[in-house]
């Protein structure tokens, strides 16, 4: 079973750069698809970037394409989300996730989750 450490957030200004890290422990890393997703407040999680098993596919929320770049290191063991050209609308707790058998956007599909970094983004 996976253990998930959520890392690298802050409060910025708008147009500034953050990343954002997942250590994750125990269970075979490489068996793991793994998402990251967001939750504002006054409103529910929504998926933002995934990455399946061995990096072959990526996913984006429309919200996010271009700005946001999803990456995996097997060596450390990590998953990294690198997040350009911030705006407010971007602020909210970040959560790594991390399911078996494939890509998902849905929440509800990914049994292990961190315990959230909070990202704030200002004018």
């Known amino acids: 079973q996976v253990q998930l450490v959520e890392s690298g957030g802050g409060s910025v200004q708008a147009g500034a750069s953050l990343r954002l890290s997942c250590a994750a422990s125990?269970?075979?890393?490489?068996?793991?698809?793994m998402g990251w997703f967001r939750q504002a407040p006054g409103k529910g999680r929504e998926f933002v970037a995934g990455?399946?098993?061995?990096?072959?596919?990526?996913h984006y929320a429309d919200s996010v394409k271009d700005r946001f770049t999803i990456s995996r290191n097997y060596d450390e063991k990590t998953l990294s989300l690198q997040m350009n050209s911030l705006k407010p609308e971007d602020t909210a707790v970040y959560y790594c996730?991390?399911?078996?058998?494939?890509?998902?956007?849905?929440?509800?599909?990914?049994?292990?989750w961190g315990q959230g970094t909070q990202v704030t983004v200002s004018l």
């Open positions: 125990g269970g075979t890393f490489s068996s793991y698809a």
């Open positions: 996730a991390a399911r078996m058998w494939g890509l998902s956007t849905a929440q509800s599909q990914y049994p292990f």
């Open positions: 990455i399946s098993e061995y990096s072959q596919t990526t």
